[in-house]
């Protein structure tokens, strides 16, 4: 049976704090609908200190805050929203429209349509979330949403330049700076600056994750992304401080981001532990990363690899780091997550940042259920139907009609008598079932 080594704040406590998120939630949300940009407006003071006479920003301005960053960094920023992209457009490549002739003169098929506007999140009051546009807005793009609409929040009193600057490289087609739940109401509740969108898209801290969940239903959404989860599947093949640099490195995110460690060596969990607070000793965010560790970081000792597979399925982290001697079998054997980071040289800051895969992933234990965002959350497939022949219309008619009588649908089945009738030139009693012919097999 695994043995913890440390474990984290006891689930009664969290679903405290998220109960108190949800009530602070729901009445700005209200406030939204009911004032529009003027809550919104008093949001944005309140809980950023910044005021403006319009938070939509113009070409120029654009411009000019694209203008403050050096070569360099924009040749990051280009790297990284390039490779976003190129794996986004294998992706849309793998979606196909299909059609096919399933009996003679009957078609069936579907077609892939992209959601019509979508609202992207892209945090940044704490850490400017430069990365966070590449994901939603560039990834929109691709998939064809004929309106992005982009909002982030302020930082340190005036908009990102490199977070705009993505989000611009993206093909944002408004971009407003606004934060938090006030960001996520208007772009789904609409206002007379932001007209409603169909979806909501990217991560968030508790408030905004909260925030689309309450919408939901209203606008559809990317799914729960709520405050970072991190967890490392480690044996005895990799050293105590990967295993603390790579907890760490996530839990600075936000003071309340779990980091696990899952192991089979009792010398490496207590070489990480002891890692751990020589590291915090250094970080520069030790403040953050030390609230989050000690409060949801945890340490679980286990007895093999089965037993730390079962562990790992039943947490279904958002960011699994695999650093063992068999991390294939852990990709062909997990089935709740919501990404892998397979050997050592690789790690979720790449995931985070730049290598190409999308970092809006599902959180608290969402992965049981679903992947993370991708290029296929923008687009809807619709399935479309056609009959070309009198006999086949005849025919999936009879069936039709009887179904329908089966099930006490008397109107359905005169959607299908009719075209028996026309089609097929046989009398069928009005709300009968139509008799059943050899012929029709």
Not at 381 to 390: C, K
Request: net charge negative; with cysteine; glycine share 10%.
């Amino acid at each position: 049976m695994a043995e913890h080594l440390k474990i984290a704040r006891p689930e009664a406590d969290r679903a405290e704090d998220d109960a108190k998120v949800r009530a602070v939630v729901e009445a700005a949300l209200k406030d939204v609908e009911a004032r529009g940009d003027v809550a919104v407006r008093e949001m944005s003071v309140r809980f950023d200190g910044y005021e403006r006479e319009g938070y939509r920003l113009g070409r120029e301005e654009i411009d000019a805050l694209v203008g403050e960053l050096s070569e360099r960094e924009l040749a990051d920023i280009r790297f990284a929203h390039d490779q976003v992209v190129a794996f986004a457009k294998v992706q849309r490549d793998s979606m196909l429209d299909v059609e096919v002739e399933t009996m003679p003169g009957v078609v069936l098929g579907h077609r892939h349509i992209p959601v019509q506007s979508v609202g992207c999140y892209v945090p940044g009051g704490k850490f400017p979330m430069v990365a966070s546009a590449h994901m939603s807005v560039a990834t929109a793009k691709v998939a064809g949403v004929p309106r992005i609409v982009a909002c982030t929040p302020p930082f340190k009193g005036k908009p990102n330049p490199a977070v705009i600057a993505a989000m611009d490289m993206g093909g944002a087609h408004e971009i407003h700076v606004i934060g938090g739940i006030q960001a996520v109401g208007a772009m789904a509740l609409g206002t007379e600056a932001i007209p409603a969108v169909d979806m909501l898209v990217g991560p968030g801290n508790a408030f905004v994750a909260e925030a689309k969940r309450q919408l939901f239903g209203r606008v559809g959404i990317d799914l729960f992304a709520g405050p970072t989860e991190t967890m490392v599947i480690a044996d005895d093949t990799v050293d105590a401080e990967m295993v603390a640099t790579d907890l760490l490195g996530q839990a600075e995110h936000g003071y309340n981001s779990p980091a696990v460690l899952l192991t089979t060596s009792r010398g490496l969990a207590e070489g990480t532990l002891r890692e751990i607070d020589r590291i915090l000793g250094i970080l520069p965010t030790a403040e953050t990363a030390r609230a989050s560790w000690e409060e949801y970081g945890e340490v679980i000792l286990c007895a093999d690899h089965d037993e730390m597979l079962q562990v790992a399925n039943d947490i279904a982290s958002e960011h699994v780091q695999v650093m063992t001697d068999r991390d294939d079998w852990y990709l062909e054997n997990m089935h709740s997550y919501g990404a892998l980071f397979l050997g050592p040289r690789t790690n979720v800051a790449n995931g985070d940042k730049v290598i190409g895969t999308n970092h809006t992933l599902p959180t608290k234990k969402a992965g049981r259920y679903t992947g993370g965002l991708w290029v296929g959350k923008f687009i809807k497939t619709h399935s479309y139907q056609r009959i070309t022949t009198d006999e086949a219309a005849a025919t999936i008619g009879e069936y039709g009609s009887r179904l329908c009588i089966l099930e006490g649908f008397v109107g359905h089945a005169e959607q299908c008598n009719l075209r028996v009738r026309r089609y097929g030139g046989r009398n069928v009693p009005y709300g009968e079932g139509a008799p059943h012919r050899e012929a029709a097999e």
